[in-house]
């Protein structure tokens, strides 16, 4: 039987916060000393390891909640299990708490881990604080998973489900529990060279970081939202995806927060379609966990004999921003230095790469998954099968993003292409998403010599557009 002296081992992972954390506050309730524990796990994670922008944004993160916790936070690396049950040892620790997580091989693991401890008689319990609605409960009627986004949203969700919880507030005077691993540079997260120098400048990883952009973005960038969020150069986006992804703030406490600001602001209609973007959130995991081959195998089977090609030199330039379109080269050249892309650039440079340039969707796939802060399996998964047209609720393979409207239509002005590719800095406003049409003399002025100075297009857009639609209608129905 537990003594009140007996230490609860509360295992982090992607929860890094104290605020509605419910494994946290479960732990801190019942008034027993808590280990608090990280374990950077690249055995079981396999070809799902984390990327170099991603292990940037978890070193400081871990660094942020490190000192929310007093420099208590234990670390370590390895397989989770064999660390467990060291600690356990050590500390004479009889239980663990954790939230749970949703890719398949964490779900393996932790069903593992889980088993083998409760037969050694120790105490584990998982709870959820990822998930508005968990997987397992955004059912069908007869209780197969949707693989529309509508009526999974409406019905398996905000219908079926009651209201989300309330927010819990963090847990104050936390009894922690003495006890030193590895020190957080022993997991070496950092990268050898400081490539991360922009986003340093432009992000803020951890609990308060998260709580910050939030804040701002209730107040300057809900208003306007559903419209505004397709234009790059406009503050109506929130920027949370990497904040949620690392559960460094609730999606119970982003979800509640909007519900008030967007009555405050008299912006429902703006409010409601920022809810339904966590619900598209919601919508990814679900499948996810549904249909654990999403990372890789087409959830439509027909696109399994599709015509992809391989050519290293058009991924090359398409991974670089040097593919002669202005909006995709300024879409790619973001995520590099920033570790972020816009969502409306997220649909352009997708489709550019498998519709375009008929270059499969795990190219892509891969490179986000390295570059992205918010590297998320479930959405980079679902994403890209959506923009192949191969996943749940796919964009039809007809619907092509045109770079060239695109950039006119969502960055008029030039703004977002003029910032990432200042090489086009001079070009007119009539010229500047398309530079191959203006004439020499307008060249000249603007200092750009097509070719050198900025790639000449890698492609020509009607004739690869139909290529892709011969490509498509080659599938059996």
Same mark, same amino acid.
């Given at each position: 039987? *537990?003594?009140?002296?007996?230490?609860?081992?509360?295992?982090?992972?992607?929860?890094?916060?104290?605020?509605?954390?419910?494994?946290? #506050?479960?732990?801190?309730?019942?008034?027993? %000393?808590? #280990?608090?524990?990280?374990?950077?796990?690249?055995?079981?994670?396999?070809?799902?390891?984390?990327?170099? !922008?991603?292990?940037?944004?978890?070193?400081?993160?871990?660094?942020?909640? /490190?000192?929310?916790?007093?420099?208590?936070?234990?670390?370590?690396?390895?397989?989770?299990?064999?660390?467990?049950?060291? #600690?356990?040892?050590?500390?004479?620790?009889?239980?663990? @708490?954790?939230?749970?997580? =949703?890719?398949?091989?964490?779900?393996?693991?932790?069903?593992?881990?889980?088993?083998?401890?409760?037969?050694?008689?120790?105490? $584990?319990?998982?709870?959820?604080?990822?998930?508005?609605?968990?997987?397992?409960? !955004?059912?069908?009627?007869? /209780?197969?998973?949707?693989?529309?986004?509508?009526?999974?949203?409406?019905?398996?969700?905000?219908?079926?489900?009651?209201?989300?919880?309330?927010?819990?507030? !963090?847990?104050?005077?936390?009894?922690?529990?003495?006890?030193?691993?590895?020190?957080?540079?022993?997991?070496?997260?950092?990268?050898?060279?400081?490539? =991360?120098?922009?986003?340093?400048?432009?992000? +803020?990883?951890?609990?308060?970081?998260?709580?910050?952009?939030? +804040?701002?973005?209730?107040?300057?960038?809900?208003?306007? @939202?559903?419209?505004?969020?397709?234009?790059?150069?406009?503050?109506?986006?929130?920027?949370?995806?990497?904040?949620?992804?690392?559960?460094?703030?609730?999606?119970?406490?982003?979800?509640?927060?909007?519900?008030?600001?967007? $009555?405050?602001?008299?912006?429902?209609?703006? /409010?409601?379609?920022?809810?339904?973007? #966590?619900?598209?959130?919601?919508?990814?995991?679900?499948?996810?966990?549904?249909?654990?081959? &999403?990372?890789?195998?087409?959830?439509?089977?027909?696109?399994?004999?599709?015509?992809?090609?391989?050519?290293?030199?058009?991924?090359?330039?398409?991974?670089?921003?040097?593919?002669?379109?202005?909006?995709?080269?300024?879409?790619?050249?973001?995520?590099?230095?920033?570790? @972020?892309?816009?969502?409306? &650039?997220?649909?352009?440079?997708? *489709?550019?790469?498998?519709?375009?340039?008929?270059?499969?969707?795990?190219?892509?796939?891969?490179?986000?998954?390295?570059?992205?802060?918010?590297?998320?399996?479930?959405?980079?998964?679902?994403?890209?099968?959506?923009?192949?047209?191969?996943?749940?609720?796919?964009?039809?393979?007809?619907?092509?993003?045109?770079?060239?409207?695109?950039?006119?239509?969502?960055?008029?002005? /030039?703004?977002?292409?003029?910032? @990432? $590719?200042?090489?086009?800095?001079?070009? %007119?406003? +009539? =010229?500047?998403?398309?530079?191959?049409?203006?004439?020499?003399?307008?060249?000249?002025?603007?200092?750009?010599?097509?070719?050198?100075?900025?790639?000449?297009?890698?492609?020509?857009?009607? $004739?690869?557009?139909?290529? !892709?639609?011969?490509?498509?209608?080659?599938?059996?129905?």
């Amino acid at each position: 039987m *537990s003594g009140k002296n007996t230490p609860i081992i509360v295992w982090f992972r992607q929860d890094l916060r104290l605020k509605d954390n419910p494994a946290l #506050i479960a732990a801190h309730e019942t008034g027993r %000393p808590i #280990i608090p524990l990280y374990i950077l796990d690249d055995k079981n994670s396999g070809e799902w390891k984390m990327g170099g !922008a991603s292990r940037w944004w978890l070193h400081q993160s871990l660094k942020s909640l /490190g000192k929310s916790l007093n420099d208590s936070l234990v670390f370590d690396n390895g397989n989770p299990k064999d660390i467990l049950k060291d #600690i356990i040892k050590e500390t004479n620790a009889d239980s663990v @708490y954790w939230n749970r997580c =949703y890719e398949p091989w964490r779900i393996k693991r932790d069903k593992e881990i889980k088993q083998s401890l409760s037969d050694d008689g120790f105490d $584990v319990k998982s709870f959820n604080g990822a998930l508005l609605f968990e997987p397992m409960d !955004a059912l069908k009627e007869d /209780g197969t998973p949707y693989k529309v986004f509508t009526p999974f949203y409406k019905r398996g969700c905000l219908e079926r489900n009651p209201e989300p919880r309330d927010v819990q507030p !963090a847990p104050k005077k936390l009894n922690l529990f003495e006890y030193k691993r590895k020190a957080l540079d022993d997991l070496a997260l950092m990268p050898n060279t400081n490539w =991360y120098e922009q986003m340093e400048n432009e992000w +803020k990883p951890g609990e308060k970081g998260a709580q910050d952009t939030l +804040k701002h973005f209730l107040e300057n960038g809900l208003k306007g @939202y559903k419209e505004g969020r397709n234009f790059p150069n406009q503050d109506n986006i929130s920027r949370l995806s990497p904040y949620l992804h690392y559960g460094e703030i609730s999606p119970y406490d982003v979800w509640h927060c909007a519900r008030v600001a967007m $009555v405050d602001r008299q912006c429902e209609t703006d /409010g409601a379609h920022f809810l339904s973007e #966590i619900g598209w959130r919601e919508f990814s995991n679900s499948l996810l966990y549904h249909f654990p081959h &999403l990372p890789r195998k087409n959830l439509q089977e027909k696109f399994t004999d599709f015509p992809w090609k391989e050519n290293e030199k058009y991924l090359k330039a398409w991974q670089t921003g040097q593919t002669g379109y202005p909006i995709v080269d300024a879409g790619m050249r973001e995520l590099w230095q920033t570790g @972020y892309m816009h969502n409306r &650039l997220r649909m352009v440079v997708g *489709s550019f790469l498998v519709k375009n340039l008929l270059l499969h969707w795990h190219h892509g796939e891969g490179w986000f998954w390295d570059t992205l802060l918010d590297a998320d399996l479930a959405n980079n998964s679902a994403s890209w099968q959506w923009i192949a047209g191969c996943g749940a609720d796919a964009a039809p393979y007809f619907r092509v993003f045109n770079p060239l409207t695109q950039g006119q239509k969502f960055d008029k002005t /030039g703004e977002y292409v003029r910032r @990432y $590719v200042p090489e086009l800095e001079k070009m %007119p406003d +009539k =010229y500047l998403h398309n530079p191959w049409e203006a004439p020499d003399n307008v060249l000249e002025y603007a200092g750009v010599e097509l070719g050198k100075s900025y790639p000449k297009p890698i492609v020509n857009l009607k $004739v690869s557009r139909e290529r !892709a639609l011969e490509a498509f209608k080659s599938l059996k129905a």
